[in-house]
């Protein structure tokens, strides 16, 4: 029976278009991954959507001037229209408004209220005057009471990475307008993640992932405690119960529920409705989380522990393989700010291909990267035309002038053409285990390595020398059959970064 896998890629928030960074960070690594697997034969399924509800779309939306469906309906098809553009292979690509999500969200909450792990309490939240309501925390800044950094998040504090409840900071402001915020009585639903200590450091330490992302999810559980999971609003997952009305969940609590209400949302669409459970509810399948490092709390420690008091025995992630920060020569990306690549411009000038090698070839794996010009200009002309373009073209060519268009009888090859032919096959098995352990830097250097090891080989063999002398055709035989199995292991493993130019050598 074929291994499954199930992929799934952070859900983008339909609140703005995404950029490069974005792309570096989850999604084209989760798409390398999943074609990588398509390839070897697995059973993979690969999943995303749009994430669309929240504080941060009703906001948004009144600046635009457009209810909050139809911002969300303006970024989701924005959005989804770049992913198709850069051939991210989802199987399927969802949103969080469908009715099917708000079916799955309302079943998590009533499984975990049910076993006892959601609490009614009155707490003081802060509240902005200005605008009329109850501030998300991550729309709200202040002073973190641990470092002092003047703009830390209500969520957390970005320069010490500690965890954060926005009535923790000090002179807390409005992040919209700077207006200040007051403390004011409300009251709301809690799920009480500090009782999922002890079960979530058991699971978290069977898991082998990068030391950045174990690090951090090992220090978030020390620190867990009960956390709101509703909030007043008319945008967002209705909360079902009768003393609940006006309120919805908090967008974290029911986003990585999309994950499940998208596959729902696929075996529909199949006509198989019970199909999303063959990845779901299989405790053999392989469930990986492409996310960026912003997102590792919500996928490696909170998600997980909605799963552990629900009742529906749905996967826990296996594999986390969260990326850092890809910036643009030398700063984050930042639209606001005028600092990011107008996507419509570029594409009028290069491929898709181009980008998505440059981008993987500086992937933040383990630190943030970044995307600069001179990079990327000579990612295109030295690597991808001067070491890959140039090998299969010159072979090619060759092929078709002395050996009518055809793959030669090789015959007896000498010692060197057997060297160059194992040497092909370290280089295909490296990149093999570079895409299975989630390192694409890795893999994009070593498609290079093959590319110029083509390179060498022709060179050295100077087929050109044989074409005139009879007695010399065997070794230009020779020659052109090891190159031409060269370039087919070239195109298999650069398919999962540059899926088109791939597939025209391939054909």
């Not at 799934?8 to 989850?26: D, E, K, R, V």
Request: charged residues 25%.
């Amino acid at each position: 029976m074929k291994e499954k896998i199930l992929v799934t890629a952070a859900l983008p928030y339909a609140n703005g278009a995404l950029h490069f960074g974005h792309i570096a960070g989850a999604y084209l690594p989760a798409d390398c991954y999943a074609r990588f697997q398509r390839q070897n034969g697995k059973d993979l399924l690969f999943i995303c959507g749009s994430d669309e509800y929240g504080i941060a779309i009703t906001l948004s939306a009144q600046l635009a001037g457009r209810t909050p469906k139809e911002q969300v309906d303006h970024f989701h098809a924005i959005n989804k229209a770049l992913f198709a553009r850069l051939q991210i292979s989802f199987d399927h690509y969802s949103r969080t408004t469908w009715s099917g999500h708000v079916e799955t969200t309302q079943a998590f909450f009533n499984d975990l209220l049910a076993n006892g792990y959601i609490e009614e309490r009155e707490s003081d939240q802060l509240y902005s005057e200005k605008e009329q309501m109850f501030m998300a925390d991550r729309y709200v800044l202040g002073i973190c009471p641990k470092c002092s950094f003047e703009k830390a998040r209500g969520d957390e504090c970005t320069r010490c990475g500690a965890s954060l409840e926005a009535t923790d900071l000090k002179e807390p402001r409005s992040a919209v307008t700077g207006s200040p915020l007051l403390l004011k009585r409300a009251h709301h639903w809690y799920l009480r993640f500090d009782l999922f200590k002890g079960k979530l450091k058991e699971w978290i330490f069977t898991r082998m992932w990068k030391a950045n992302v174990l690090n951090f999810a090992k220090n978030y559980i020390d620190d867990l405690r009960p956390r709101a999971i509703t909030r007043d609003s008319s945008w967002g997952v209705p909360v079902p119960l009768k003393e609940a009305k006006g309120k919805v969940f908090y967008v974290w609590f029911d986003a990585p529920i999309g994950y499940i209400s998208a596959t729902r949302e696929w075996a529909e669409l199949q006509k198989e409705s019970e199909a999303w459970k063959r990845y779901w509810c299989d405790p053999k399948t392989k469930l990986i989380n492409f996310v960026g490092k912003d997102n590792i709390p919500f996928h490696a420690v909170f998600f997980p522990a909605m799963i552990l008091g629900q009742n529906q025995p749905y996967k826990i992630v296996d594999e986390l393989p969260a990326n850092e920060f890809l910036n643009y020569e030398g700063r984050p990306f930042s639209k606001s700010e005028g600092w990011t690549v107008d996507l419509d411009a570029f594409f009028k000038k290069f491929t898709v291909d181009q980008i998505r090698y440059a981008l993987a070839a500086n992937a933040p794996e383990t630190q943030d990267s970044e995307f600069t010009w001179k990079d990327f200009q000579m990612r295109c002309n030295s690597e991808l035309l001067g070491k890959w373009g140039n090998f299969v073209h010159r072979t090619l060519v060759f092929v078709k002038n002395h050996a009518f268009g055809e793959v030669p009888d090789p015959g007896l090859l000498a010692p060197e053409d057997d060297a160059f032919l194992h040497k092909i096959d370290a280089l295909v098995q490296e990149t093999k285990a570079a895409y299975e352990g989630f390192h694409l830097r890795k893999a994009s250097q070593l498609v290079m390595e093959l590319a110029t090891a083509g390179n060498v080989y022709f060179d050295a063999k100077q087929p050109w020398k044989c074409v005139k002398d009879e007695a010399l055709r065997p070794f230009l035989h020779h020659a052109l059959y090891c190159s031409l199995q060269c370039i087919r292991c070239l195109a298999c493993i650069s398919f999962p970064i540059i899926p088109a130019a791939s597939e025209r050598v391939w054909m």
